[in-house]
């Protein structure tokens, strides 16, 4: 009996004990998990938007009904050739890296959240685990950083892989210590990467957008740590995506790559026939021939397309018919920097009172509102309180209340002055549950009107101080306003 009873405890610690370290190592997993998320870690790939329709699709090899790709792409060979090497690349055992180049607003963005994410990418790879980061100059610091291009990376391939995680734990014991992504030196940070690479349980693919995003100083780190991991992980497969910069020309350029804006004209046509093709006889010659004008001026870039489409469609609503949208077409700049210049000066020089008031918009935007604090970007209520003095006021006075429905009009006050304002180049988005915020159409309009951007001729914004404080709501900092000053463009 006593020999039983013994049998029964001894039976019963061993379940406790296998219970209790079952639940530390998930506990362990779980923080390790935990200490590589910040906030903002997938805002940048939720903004960009979908490709449209089957744009992208050539990528795959020619599509049936598709006229210009059936005979194998008699439209012009430098797309077949660039079909024929991105699969090769994808299905053989060659070289590890792919470069996606692309100038400004070609659609990059949009093009690797098509790879990343279409099953026929997958297929073409094989057995293997995709994924994806979309670095963001524009965003907070960690996601213009080679720290939270890691740590993005990592969570993935760690995230319920609790076998993955003990190997990272046993492999670095000091990771247990950390708790947040600002915990991790960088080489524990590339030294964890690289063990779950090279350990993970099917090869890893990775599809890395906007490389020339990642804070300058740091874009060196950034290609060495893409090397490193292509010649250290068995199997690995990068895709990576950048402007054609001088660094990354040197580095990339004798590697399989495509120049995206050399093989969207098919992709533009379609676009722009989907947008402007409801309001318009499609069968129209000259319908056709705006379509082709398009075309030919956007020298493949899709941003250059979509603010066009938009000049187009407000034409369209004032009963302009098709050659005087062509007229249109033709008035508008074919580079994207003279493109903006022209869309402020249009808004602008009619209603000269607007200058102020949007140039004012555009600093709160560029700067953040308080550049020296750690957010990176103002909120749309930022904004209305700097707008508007006496919501400033009342959030200053004790014991001050305000109905919500005096909150709910400024905001949409500054809502409709930010679209009124901007000319189009700024725009309200929000992700998840984070405050909405004003931003920039693209990192290429932001450059634009930002301080270190070249001044195109004759243009220049007042920002004309109104008076009053600036209020930084999260921490409660009561900021004297800024002299007036001038905004380059």
Same mark, same amino acid.
């Given at each position: 009996?006593?020999?039983?009873?013994?049998?029964?405890?001894?039976?019963?610690?061993?379940?406790?004990?296998?219970?209790?370290?079952?639940?530390?190592?998930?506990?362990?997993?779980?923080?390790?998990?935990?200490?590589?998320?910040?906030?903002?870690?997938?805002?940048?790939?939720?903004?960009?938007?979908?490709?449209?329709?089957?744009?992208?699709?050539?990528?795959?090899?020619?599509?049936?009904?598709?006229?210009?790709?059936?005979? #194998?792409?008699? $439209?012009?060979?430098?797309?077949?050739?660039?079909? *024929?090497?991105?699969?090769?690349?994808?299905?053989?055992?060659?070289?590890?890296?792919?470069?996606?180049?692309?100038?400004?607003?070609?659609?990059?963005?949009?093009?690797?959240?098509?790879?990343?994410?279409?099953?026929?990418?997958?297929?073409?790879?094989?057995?293997?685990?995709?994924?994806?980061?979309?670095?963001?100059?524009?965003?907070?610091?960690?996601?213009?950083?080679?720290?939270?291009?890691?740590?993005?990376?990592?969570?993935?391939?760690?995230?319920?892989?609790? #076998? /993955?995680?003990?190997?990272?734990?046993?492999?670095?014991?000091?990771?247990?210590?950390?708790?947040?992504?600002?915990?991790?030196?960088?080489?524990?940070?590339?030294?964890?990467?690289?063990?779950?690479?090279?350990?993970?349980?099917?090869?890893?693919?990775?599809?890395?957008?906007?490389?020339?995003?990642?804070?300058?100083?740091?874009?060196?780190?950034?290609?060495?740590?893409?090397?490193?991991?292509?010649?250290?992980?068995?199997?690995?497969?990068?895709?990576?995506?950048?402007?054609?910069?001088?660094?990354?020309?040197?580095?990339?350029?004798?590697?399989?790559? /495509?120049?995206?804006?050399?093989?969207?004209?098919?992709?533009?046509?379609?676009?722009?026939?989907?947008?402007?093709?409801?309001?318009?006889?499609?069968?129209?010659?000259?319908?056709?021939?705006?379509?082709?004008?398009?075309?030919?001026?956007?020298?493949?870039?899709?941003?250059?397309?979509?603010?066009?489409?938009?000049?187009?469609?407000?034409?369209?609503?004032?009963?302009?018919?098709?050659? $005087?949208?062509?007229?249109?077409?033709?008035?508008?700049?074919?580079?994207?920097?003279?493109?903006?210049?022209?869309?402020?000066?249009?808004?602008?020089?009619?209603?000269?009172?607007?200058?102020?008031?949007?140039?004012?918009?555009?600093?709160?935007? /560029?700067?953040?509102? /308080?550049?020296?604090?750690?957010?990176?970007?103002?909120?749309?209520?930022?904004?209305?309180?700097?707008?508007?003095?006496?919501?400033?006021?009342?959030?200053? *006075?004790?014991?001050?209340?305000?109905?919500?429905?005096?909150?709910?009009?400024?905001?949409?006050?500054?809502?409709?002055?930010?679209?009124?304002?901007?000319?189009?180049?700024?725009?309200?988005?929000?992700?998840?549950?984070?405050?909405?915020?004003?931003?920039?159409?693209?990192?290429?309009?932001?450059?634009?009107? #930002?301080?270190?951007?070249?001044?195109?001729?004759?243009?220049?914004?007042?920002?004309?101080?109104? #008076?009053?404080?600036?209020?930084?709501? *999260?921490?409660?900092?009561?900021?004297?306003?800024?002299?007036?000053?001038?905004?380059?463009?």
């Amino acid at each position: 009996m006593t020999s039983e009873a013994a049998k029964t405890r001894t039976e019963i610690t061993r379940k406790i004990q296998e219970t209790t370290t079952a639940q530390a190592s998930e506990a362990e997993h779980q923080q390790l998990i935990d200490s590589l998320q910040y906030e903002t870690q997938n805002e940048r790939r939720n903004q960009i938007v979908d490709s449209y329709g089957e744009t992208f699709g050539w990528i795959f090899g020619p599509r049936p009904g598709h006229p210009s790709e059936e005979n #194998g792409f008699t $439209e012009g060979s430098i797309r077949a050739q660039s079909s *024929e090497s991105f699969l090769r690349w994808l299905r053989s055992d060659g070289p590890s890296l792919y470069w996606i180049s692309g100038k400004a607003g070609s659609g990059k963005s949009t093009f690797m959240k098509f790879l990343a994410n279409d099953q026929r990418t997958k297929a073409a790879l094989g057995n293997c685990t995709i994924v994806s980061h979309f670095v963001w100059m524009a965003g907070h610091q960690m996601q213009r950083s080679t720290q939270g291009l890691i740590c993005s990376i990592l969570r993935q391939l760690l995230q319920g892989d609790r #076998g /993955l995680s003990a190997w990272v734990l046993d492999t670095i014991p000091v990771v247990r210590c950390f708790r947040f992504p600002g915990d991790w030196p960088a080489q524990d940070l590339e030294a964890a990467l690289l063990v779950a690479m090279t350990e993970h349980r099917t090869p890893v693919s990775l599809f890395l957008d906007g490389l020339d995003e990642v804070a300058q100083e740091e874009q060196s780190r950034a290609l060495d740590l893409v090397e490193k991991l292509c010649s250290r992980v068995p199997g690995i497969r990068v895709c990576l995506s950048s402007r054609p910069e001088q660094i990354f020309q040197r580095r990339l350029s004798a590697g399989p790559t /495509l120049r995206l804006q050399d093989l969207t004209r098919d992709d533009i046509r379609q676009y722009a026939h989907g947008a402007l093709g409801g309001a318009f006889n499609e069968e129209d010659p000259e319908f056709r021939h705006l379509v082709e004008q398009i075309c030919d001026n956007s020298d493949g870039v899709f941003l250059w397309v979509a603010l066009a489409v938009k000049s187009l469609k407000r034409g369209s609503e004032d009963d302009n018919t098709v050659h $005087e949208l062509r007229q249109r077409l033709d008035a508008l700049p074919k580079d994207l920097h003279r493109l903006y210049e022209s869309m402020w000066h249009r808004l602008n020089d009619d209603e000269p009172i607007y200058r102020v008031d949007g140039a004012q918009l555009l600093n709160y935007v /560029l700067d953040g509102l /308080l550049p020296r604090l750690w957010l990176s970007n103002c909120s749309l209520l930022q904004v209305m309180l700097a707008r508007e003095s006496h919501m400033r006021r009342r959030i200053l *006075e004790e014991n001050h209340t305000s109905s919500a429905e005096e909150w709910i009009a400024c905001i949409k006050k500054t809502t409709k002055a930010l679209e009124a304002r901007s000319a189009g180049l700024l725009e309200i988005t929000t992700d998840y549950d984070q405050e909405p915020c004003p931003r920039f159409i693209h990192r290429s309009a932001k450059e634009f009107f #930002g301080k270190h951007a070249p001044r195109p001729a004759n243009t220049q914004l007042r920002c004309v101080n109104r #008076g009053g404080p600036h209020i930084q709501v *999260e921490v409660g900092i009561d900021c004297s306003s800024t002299p007036e000053r001038d905004v380059p463009t």
